[in-house]
Nanobody, 123 residues
Framework: HVQLVESGGGSVQAGQSLRLSCAVSGYTNSYYCMAWFRQGPGKRREGVATLGNDGSIDYANSVKGRFTISQDKAKHMLYLQMDSLRTEDTAMYYC??????????????????WGQGTQVTVS
């Protein structure tokens, strides 16, 4: 079965950077879409960035220009480079995936598989 394991979270000061990683396993082919979500304290889970199997990318407005989603399918890894971090970026960050040949959006209902999350704290 599909497993997603996030890493790279931590505590940083505002303005600094972090790079999150997500190790993907269990897919029998390369047709899957990936995304990053986050859930801040007292907030609903929200989509941060998506990467379609067709290479399409989308970002939440709040992170455009600061976050970059990328992947290395040969290594079965998904990344989220987060620059110019703000206190409001503090959240648990989750990797999500779904079998897909084209693209998925930023809605959490579009993804069947989820990691356990990695905490990012910005002060």
């Amino acid at each position: 079965h599909v497993q997603l394991v996030e890493s790279g979270g931590g505590s940083v000061q505002a303005g600094q950077s972090l790079r999150l990683s997500c190790a993907v396993s269990g897919y029998t082919n390369s047709y899957y879409c990936m995304a990053w979500f986050r859930q801040g304290p007292g907030k609903r889970r929200e989509g941060v960035a998506t990467l379609g199997n067709d290479g399409s990318i989308d970002y939440a407005n709040s992170v455009k220009g600061r976050f970059t989603i990328s992947q290395d399918k040969a290594k079965h890894m998904l990344y989220l480079q987060m620059d110019s971090l703000r206190t409001e970026d503090t959240a648990m960050y989750y990797c999500a995936s779904d079998p897909c040949s084209t693209f998925r959006g930023l809605g959490q209902d579009e993804y069947d598989y989820w990691g356990q999350g990695t905490q990012v704290t910005v002060s």
